[in-house]
Each structure stands twice: as C-alpha cells, then as structure tokens.
C-alpha cells in the first residue's frame, strides 16, 4: 500500500480471516469485521477528557464495574465522570504483573486527567495509595487541585480488556510489550477504548488520536511514523472528541488529497443540506468545508458532500448477543470551496 490508504489486510473491500495465535478457532469480531470489509476511519470515541486510574491487578468488563477500585468509591466515580463527561480507563504497564512481596509497602498508583481537547492536549497527574484518596478528584475543574504537568507527554494506551472482549487480550497484549520495547512513548495497557473489532486498537494522549487493526509491527510503524509528524491512514480511526462526521471527511479530503501530515485539515464547517435531483433517497446528507494548511499562510478549502448511512446490522463484538448497526459517511462529491 504506497499511500498507506486502505483498511490493511483488505483488497477489493474483502479480506480473509487472520490466524490468531492461541485463539479457539471460531471467527471472532475482529476477523469478522475485517472480512465483511467494515471501515476503520471515523470510528474513534466521543470523549476528549479521560481520567486514567493505574490498576495492576485483574480487571473487570469495564472500569468501575467494582473489580479493581472500590465499589463505593467506583459509583462515586462513575456519577462524577458522566457528570462531567470525563472516561474512566484504568491502566497497567505491559506484561505480567511481578506479585508484591509480604510485607513489602506497595507503592502509591498513578492517575491522570488527559485533555485532547485541541486548546489543551495535556496530561496532568497525581498518585493515589487508598481508594478514598479519589474522592478527592475534582473531574470538573480545567486542572484538579492535587493535579501536576509534571509527568510523562507522550502516552500511547494499547487496549486489553479481555473480560470486555477477548480480541482485545489476544491482540493488544503483543502490541503493548512491542511499543513499550522498540519506542520512547510511555505505554500502558488499558480497559475498553471502543471498537473491539478494530483490535488491537491504540490511543496518543494527549492528542486523542487512535489506530487500529495492528499488530506488533504496524504498531511500532503507526508510533514512529507519527514521531515524524505523519498518520499512517490505512490503521487510523479519527481523533477523540472528534464528531464522526468530521472525522469522515478529514479522512476523505487527506486520501483525495494526499497529505499524511499531522494536522495539516481542520474542519470548519458542517449543515446538513437537501437531497439534491436524483439523490432524493438520500436521508441524510451533509455539507463540510475542510482547510488544508500547507505551509504558514498557505490555505486551500474544499467542501464535501457526504451521505449519511447505516451499515448492515453485526456483531461488533466477541461477547455481543444482539446485531448493531453503525453509523457511517459516504463522499459523494468534492470540490474546492470558493
């Protein structure tokens, strides 16, 4: 793949299944998505803050289901993080977990308040020894009281919650030993970042941009490849907090265009608009106006006409017992803006 564009492992929009190492051989959500050619771009979370909660031991299928924090403590947690619209991830350094010595004193656990928001991409942390020391977390405040800038800037979080999906465990536990080894990016495992069919799937705070399908290899190719301020396309999902629209057609306009640079598109403005003569079976149909910046003072506009549709109802993952269907956009035209 020259322009690194298409979904990795697909050709002509089909692909067969991937041998998994260690897995039973039923098709999992990951190969099934990958043979029925879903696309991975515009698929990344709704979220642009992110509390990380360092949690070593054993994890449930979500983060404050009262696995590894305190249930009391993960209710408070969980009404506090909606509240203020923050998600909760709980992280682990890769690999096996050395067990603690009797008697020794554990040390204290890492948390971190990550902003991608584009006026903030920043991480500030603290340290907590007691599930009760989290109650003193303010998830409202820009910077909590207890909170330091102080720490590492360059996170990549590497999913693995296998009680959430087990394609997540079997892919991305390879993914976090590779990039912690063979990068200078802090690594950490974490709970369910979304779209455990696109495992193993990765997230850069404090950017918020995520990737997936990866293996070992592509993973350290994404990671090094974005040092040298370039996205590598055909494994990247859209950055968080992002709405999918806009992610679409970012994605689009860098493919037509093509221009891998980091953050050389914004999208400036999206309405929806009328079906225009012969496309009157188009539900939804939306204009966005993306600006390229090549260079300090050089812009160029384009405007994309994009349809709105729902792919055909799936599993989307391992554990699911009901078929979904998923948003996604359709360019249907593009053209440089006046």
Do not use: F, I, N, Y
């Given at each position: 793949m020259t322009l690194d564009t298409c979904a990795p492992g697909i050709s002509g929009g089909h692909a067969a299944a991937s041998p998994i190492q260690g897995a039973p051989p039923e098709l999992r959500c990951?190969?099934?998505?990958?043979?029925r050619g879903e696309p991975l771009q515009a698929s990344a979370v709704r979220y642009s803050r992110f509390l990380l909660l360092e949690a070593p031991g054993g994890w449930g299928s979500?983060?404050?289901d009262g696995t590894a924090i305190d249930s009391a403590v993960a209710r408070w947690l969980a009404a506090e993080a909606a509240a203020a619209d923050v998600n909760v991830l709980l992280i682990r350094r890769p690999g096996r977990q050395a067990p603690s010595r009797p008697g020794a004193a554990s040390r204290p656990a890492a948390w971190a308040l990550a902003d991608a928001s584009p006026e903030a991409e920043r991480v500030m942390w603290g340290s907590w020894s007691d599930p009760a020391d989290l109650l003193d977390l303010d998830l409202t405040a820009d910077i909590p009281a207890t909170a330091a800038e102080t720490g590492p800037q360059r996170l990549v979080l590497v999913c693995t919650n296998?009680?959430?999906?087990?394609?997540c465990a079997i892919?991305?536990?390879?993914?976090a030993v590779a990039a912690a080894a063979a990068t200078g990016w802090?690594?950490?495992?974490?709970?369910?970042?979304g779209g455990h069919r696109f495992a193993a799937t990765i997230m850069?705070?404090?950017t918020g941009d995520m990737f997936g399908w990866l293996d070992p290899a592509s993973a350290v190719d994404v990671l090094r490849r974005y040092d040298a301020g370039q996205i590598m396309l055909s494994h990247y999902r859209g950055r968080a907090g992002q709405p999918a629209l806009e992610q679409a057609a970012l994605h689009a306009t860098a493919?037509?265009?093509?221009d891998f640079s980091r953050g050389a598109f914004q999208a400036s403005r999206s309405r929806p608009v009328p079906a225009p003569p012969g496309l009157a079976d188009q539900a939804d149909l939306w204009e966005v106006t993306v600006t390229r910046r090549a260079a300090p003072g050089e812009e160029a506009s384009y405007r994309l006409l994009m349809a709105e549709s729902k792919l055909a109802p799936s599993f989307l993952s391992c554990a699911d017992g009901i078929a979904k269907a998923e948003t996604r956009y359709e360019v249907l035209s593009f053209s440089t803006a006046e």
């Open positions: 990951a190969d099934s998505a990958r043979m979500s983060a404050l296998g009680k959430r999906d087990q394609c892919r991305g536990r390879p993914v802090d690594t950490w495992e974490c709970s369910h970042l850069l705070l404090p493919v037509r265009l093509g």
